[in-house]
């Protein structure tokens, strides 16, 4: 039973992998046994964690996903370099904090090519690739809970990540007779560098841990497992759903001040 949480003889592109839930992912799906294809923007960063992974089958990729040109170009490099693509993570995500009326239009464009152009057209890419090829694969996009529930001073942030968990439902239904799923991860608060500014907040860190009934902020191997769960056989008759990983948060109350 427990191989069909193995991805031996999978490769698998994971996006914004240099540090963070990214990288957790990347490590885990190569723990796991898939070669992985590392993307984000920072060429250093990228050469840093395919070190850590420390499997000879990584691949790594510099992009800006922002830039909507950059995407069809990386993927075909990818699935030219690594022999094809079974899984794709879209991870790579940024954030715009600040009251809802001081966001200007340059950011808030950038935050929506990011979390969902970027999305749609490496969905797309990949998925013709799948069709093309006849072979089923899986995607999985990385949301948030605050597609779930609401709090001041990052209405931007939460309104992609609800567009992305509907276009998940939307490319699951659609792809679903050509063998490819569509899933996504909704993490809850997470210790990773983007969040730095508020797990170093000591009133909003303890205030966090008092209300997720877990008892504690989650760590990027706690939503690696849930990605690498959606993407494995385990999950063979899975797709269009968004899987919560947030200690309880949203289910105890959801609002955190």
Not at 169 to 176: M, P, Q
Not at 225 to 235: E, I, K, T, W
Request: charge should be positive; glycine fraction near 10%.
């Amino acid at each position: 039973m427990l191989d069909a949480f193995r991805l031996d003889g999978r490769t698998a592109l994971v996006t914004g992998a240099s540090r963070g839930i990214g990288l957790g992912i990347a490590q885990s799906f190569a723990a796991a046994g898939a070669a992985v294809v590392l993307v984000a923007r920072d060429r250093a960063r990228l050469d840093e964690a395919a070190s850590r992974i420390g499997s000879p089958r990584v691949w790594t990729l510099p992009c800006d996903l922002s830039r909507a040109e950059e995407v069809p170009q990386t993927f075909r490099r990818a699935a030219a370099a690594a022999g094809g693509i079974d899984i794709l993570v879209n991870n790579a995500g940024a954030i715009l904090r600040g009251p809802a009326q001081t966001i200007e239009a340059e950011g808030l464009h950038r935050l929506i090519d990011l979390h969902l152009t970027a999305t749609y057209r490496l969905s797309c890419e990949f998925a013709q690739e799948r069709i093309a090829s006849g072979k089923p694969g899986a995607i999985v996009n990385i949301s948030s809970i605050l597609a779930e529930i609401a709090r001041p001073g990052v209405a931007a942030y939460a309104m992609t990540k609800a567009g992305l968990r509907q276009l998940t439902r939307a490319l699951a239904v659609e792809w679903a007779p050509h063998g490819i799923r569509v899933n996504a991860v909704a993490p809850g608060f997470t210790r990773t560098e983007l969040t730095r500014s508020q797990w170093t907040d000591p009133t909003l860190e303890a205030a966090v841990k008092a209300r997720t009934p877990l008892g504690r902020w989650a760590e990027p191997q706690d939503i690696a497992q849930a990605v690498l769960f959606l993407a494995s056989p385990a999950a063979a008759f899975i797709t269009g759903q968004t899987l919560i990983v947030d200690g309880g948060l949203t289910a105890a109350m959801g609002g955190i001040p």
